[in-house]
């Protein structure tokens, strides 16, 4: 039975999941929640993540939610070196997936929430919120810029989770023109990963239809 990833196609969290089951040859069902019309508040729903927040993955009787956690489960599931060959290699992924949940991806979201989220309630966008986000966005970029100066992937020089999740915020960057296009390094690796792995660049052309779509239906321009 095939392990059942719930989310919005445009969600950057769900792209990270489905890209990484691609690379990892998982056995995966995508069953779409429209976060637009707000599904991720049924009871049903919040009965498998009470944050009412996407993706959730179910396998059997067993739930797991954040996208992080999924990945490491369905490596350590298909047997992947994704997660890791070495012990110290599996640590500098986690290192990595801890600094992305932490310094990098939260002010993503929160800039998406603010520039376009609100959008589609109605509510004005808050410059001072924008501002702070880009700030941190600006501080965690500049390391990993000086990172991937070095380095053609996060961890080892191939690919590995940790380039999964800290490539998140690029599903929204010219959306929300939060700062990473202002780093080289930082570009150039997210072409070398829409070059090279085939899931992430399907997904990102689903993420942006999904996006774009429902900006044009809602009558928002950005």
Same mark, same amino acid.
């Given at each position: 039975?095939?392990?059942?990833?719930?989310?919005?196609?445009?969600?950057?969290?769900?792209?990270?999941?489905?890209?990484?089951?691609?690379?990892?040859?998982?056995?995966?069902?995508?069953?779409?929640?429209?976060?637009?019309?707000?599904?991720?508040?049924?009871?049903?729903?919040?009965?498998?993540?009470?944050?009412?927040?996407?993706?959730?993955?179910?396998?059997?009787?067993?739930?797991?939610?954040?996208?992080?956690?999924?990945?490491?489960?369905?490596?350590?599931?298909?047997?992947?070196?994704?997660?890791?060959?070495?012990?110290? /290699?599996?640590?500098?992924?986690?290192?990595?997936?801890?600094?992305?949940?932490?310094?990098?991806?939260?002010?993503?979201?929160?800039?998406?929430?603010?520039?376009?989220?609100?959008?589609?309630?109605?509510?004005?966008?808050?410059?001072?919120?924008?501002?702070?986000?880009?700030?941190?966005?600006?501080?965690?970029?500049?390391?990993?810029?000086?990172?991937?100066?070095?380095?053609?992937?996060?961890?080892?020089?191939?690919?590995?989770?940790?380039?999964?999740?800290?490539?998140?915020?690029?599903?929204?960057? /010219?959306?929300?023109?939060?700062?990473l296009n202002e780093f080289p390094n930082l570009v150039?690796?997210?072409?070398?990963?829409?070059?090279?792995?085939?899931?992430?660049?399907?997904?990102?052309?689903?993420?942006?239809?999904?996006?774009?779509?429902?900006?044009?239906?809602?009558?928002?321009t950005l």
């Amino acid at each position: 039975m095939a392990i059942k990833i719930y989310g919005d196609p445009g969600s950057g969290s769900r792209r990270r999941v489905t890209a990484a089951a691609a690379a990892m040859g998982s056995d995966i069902e995508i069953v779409d929640i429209d976060l637009f019309k707000g599904e991720s508040h049924t009871p049903a729903f919040l009965a498998l993540n009470p944050h009412g927040l996407s993706p959730v993955m179910v396998d059997g009787d067993f739930v797991l939610y954040e996208s992080a956690a999924i990945n490491l489960y369905l490596a350590e599931k298909a047997g992947s070196d994704l997660a890791g060959r070495t012990a110290r /290699e599996k640590y500098e992924i986690l290192q990595w997936m801890f600094w992305s949940g932490e310094q990098w991806r939260i002010f993503a979201t929160l800039t998406f929430d603010e520039v376009i989220g609100k959008k589609f309630i109605g509510q004005p966008t808050d410059g001072t919120i924008v501002k702070l986000a880009a700030d941190k966005i600006r501080t965690a970029a500049t390391v990993l810029d000086a990172h991937l100066a070095k380095h053609d992937y996060i961890v080892g020089d191939r690919l590995t989770l940790a380039d999964f999740d800290i490539a998140g915020p690029f599903s929204q960057n /010219e959306r929300t023109k939060i700062p990473l296009n202002e780093f080289p390094n930082l570009v150039a690796w997210q072409q070398r990963l829409l070059a090279t792995v085939p899931g992430w660049a399907a997904t990102k052309r689903e993420v942006d239809d999904r996006i774009d779509g429902a900006l044009e239906a809602a009558g928002i321009t950005l």
